[in-house]
C-alpha cells in the first residue's frame, strides 16, 4: 500500500510565504512523477507544479516566479516553496505521485495525498 503524506498548509497573510512537503512511502518501485495541485472551491482541481523523473519541471503560468518545486529522491519527498502569496493561492493543495509498484510491471498508478489547505488572506 502506498501513502502520501503531506504537511505545511496553514493561514498566512498576503506577501507570505508557506512550505508544503509530500512524503512517499509504501511498496514504491520507481516514482516518474511527483508534484502538487490544486483545487479552490467552486473550480475544478489544477496542476500547480509537478517534476518529471530525468528533472523536467512544469509551473502552472500563475505561480510561475513565486513557487518552487523540489524532490529528494533518498526520501521520496516532494516540496513546494511558495513566496508572495495571494489571496487567489488559496485552495487545498493536493500532493500527487505517479510510480511503479514493482520491477516485474511497467505499469505505472497514480496517486494523491489527503489534502492540505492553504489561505492566503488577511
Known amino acids: 500500500q502506498v501513502q502520501l503524506v503531506e504537511s505545511g498548509g496553514g493561514l498566512v497573510q498576503p506577501g507570505g510565504s508557506l512550505r508544503l512537503s509530500c512524503a512517499a512511502s509504501?511498496?514504491?518501485?520507481?516514482?516518474?512523477?511527483m508534484g502538487w495541485y490544486r483545487q479552490a472551491p467552486g473550480k475544478q482541481r489544477e496542476l500547480v507544479a509537478d517534476?518529471?523523473?530525468?528533472?523536467?519541471?512544469n509551473y502552472a503560468d500563475s505561480v510561475k516566479g513565486r513557487f518552487t518545486i523540489s524532490r529528494d529522491n533518498a526520501k521520496n519527498t516532494v516540496y513546494l516553496q511558495m513566496n508572495n502569496l495571494k489571496p487567489d493561492d488559496t485552495a487545498v493543495y493536493y500532493c500527487?505521485?505517479?510510480?511503479?509498484?514493482?520491477?516485474?510491471?511497467?505499469?505505472?498508478?497514480?496517486?494523491w495525498g489527503q489534502g492540505t489547505q492553504v489561505t492566503v488572506s488577511s
Open positions: 500527487n505521485a505517479i510510480l511503479r509498484l514493482n520491477a516485474q510491471q511497467s505499469n505505472t498508478y497514480r496517486y
Open positions: 509504501g511498496s514504491i518501485f520507481s516514482i516518474n512523477a
Open positions: 517534476i518529471i523523473s530525468g528533472g523536467k519541471i
